[in-house]
C-alpha cells in the first residue's frame, strides 16, 4: 500500500499562500495520477487538483481554478500543491492520494485561511 505524508499546511491570512508537499512511498508513483482532496468541517471529502502521472495534464475544481497549482517530480516520489489567492473557504484539512484515491489516506495537514 505504501505511505502518505503531506506537510507545508498551517495558518495564513486571506490572499495569502501556501505550498503543501506530499512524499509518496510506493513503488509506481510516476506511474500513477495523483490528487489532492480536502474535507472541510462539517463536510465530504473532495477532490481539488489532479495530475496525471507523467505531469503534463492537470485539472482542477472550479473552487480553485486559477489560484491553485498542482505539479509533481516523479524522481523524488513528491507531489505539490501551491496555493495561491487563499479564501477562508479553503479552510480544511488537504490530503493526498492516487485518483482515484485507491491509497490508504495520510493524516492530512490542516489549512486555516483567516478573514
Known amino acids: 500500500q505504501g505511505q502518505l505524508v503531506e506537510s507545508g499546511g498551517g495558518l495564513v491570512q486571506a490572499g495569502g499562500s501556501l505550498r503543501l508537499s506530499c512524499e509518496a512511498s510506493?513503488?509506481?508513483?510516476?506511474?500513477?495520477?495523483m490528487g489532492w482532496y480536502r474535507q472541510a468541517q462539517g463536510k465530504q471529502r473532495e477532490l481539488v487538483a489532479r495530475?496525471?502521472?507523467?505531469?503534463?495534464?492537470?485539472t482542477y475544481a472550479d473552487s480553485v481554478k486559477g489560484r491553485f497549482t498542482v505539479s509533481r517530480d516523479n524522481a523524488k516520489n513528491s507531489l505539490y500543491l501551491q496555493m495561491d489567492g487563499l479564501k477562508p473557504e479553503d479552510t480544511a484539512i488537504y490530503f493526498c492520494?492516487?485518483?482515484?484515491?485507491?491509497?490508504?489516506w495520510g493524516q492530512g495537514i490542516q489549512v486555516t485561511v483567516s478573514s
Open positions: 492520494n492516487a485518483n482515484p484515491p485507491e491509497r490508504r
Open positions: 510506493f513503488n509506481d508513483f510516476s506511474f500513477t495520477p
Open positions: 495530475i496525471s502521472s507523467g505531469g503534463v495534464r492537470t
